[in-house]
């Protein structure tokens, strides 16, 4: 069974930088697509960014404005989002998935796991 642990949230300030970090296990990590969703208070569970399974495409929502940058790593089985600028409204709960499929249909389709999440809370 494939498992996804994030980790690296935490409460900072406006302005401040942050990496999340998700480690996969429970399959071959390299046939999966790996993707980051974020869930704010009262709302829905959003697409922050995907990233294909030979780290060669990403893709971002159009609300991260370069502020946000998607890697992995298959050799050490992990997945990294790196913010900046952090501004109040990317406070949120952040998830790390994986998928068979594209990572392009991961935002669309929805992924087929998930971690537990790592909260990210930004002061102003």
């Known amino acids: 069974q494939v498992q996804l642990v994030e980790s690296g949230g935490g409460l900072v300030q406006a302005g401040d930088s942050l990496r999340l970090s998700c480690v996969f296990s429970?399959?071959?990590?390299?046939?999966?697509?790996i993707g980051w969703f974020r869930q704010a208070p009262g709302k829905e569970r959003d697409f922050v960014s995907a990233?294909?399974?030979?780290?060669?495409?990403?893709y971002y929502a159009d609300f991260v404005k370069g502020r946000f940058t998607i890697s992995r790593d298959n050799d050490k089985n992990m997945v990294y989002l790196q913010i900046v600028n952090l501004k109040p409204e990317d406070t949120a709960v952040y998830y790390c998935?994986?998928?068979?499929?594209?990572?392009?249909?991961?935002?669309?389709?929805?992924?087929?796991?998930w971690g537990q999440g790592t909260q990210v809370t930004v002061s102003s």
């Open positions: 998935a994986a998928d068979r499929g594209s990572a392009q249909a991961m935002g669309v389709k929805g992924p087929a796991y």
């Open positions: 429970g399959g071959n990590f390299n046939g999966y697509a």
């Open positions: 990233i294909s399974r030979s780290r060669d495409t990403t």
